[in-house]
């Protein structure tokens, strides 16, 4: 299994990137995939996860302004960051799920650099 992230960048506050995640893995749309992300000096937190039934959730601190979506014919994974904070400024890695439903991840990709600053 291997994930790739890219996307990430330098943007400033209020604006809006979109980040992917290349998965080589066998029936990638069996499984659920997410983000997750770590600040500097802070633990990594989960940022949003979907399942192989395209349910979702977030973590309270991006819901409204984070989108997660998958594209199964690809093996593509993608969140649509919009309204961006400083405080979102972290690596984001993305992850693959034991199962198909919302739940934890048994691989990581390499992460990619998200700055949000003026």
């Known amino acids: 299994v291997q994930l790739q992230a890219s996307g990430g960048g330098l943007v400033q506050p209020g604006g809006s990137l979109r980040l992917s995640c290349e998965v080589s893995v066998f029936a990638f749309d069996y499984y659920a995939i997410g983000w997750s992300r770590q600040a500097p000096g802070k633990a990594r937190e989960r940022v949003s996860c979907?399942?192989?039934?395209?349910?979702?959730d977030y973590a309270d601190s991006v819901k409204g302004r984070f989108t997660i979506s998958r594209d199964n014919a690809e093996n593509t994974l993608y969140l649509q960051m919009n309204s961006l904070k400083s405080e979102d400024t972290a690596v984001y890695y993305c992850g693959k799920g034991y199962y198909g439903v919302v739940g934890g991840m048994d691989y990581w990709g390499k992460g990619t650099l998200v700055t949000v600053s003026s």
């Open positions: 979907i399942s192989s039934s395209d349910d979702t």
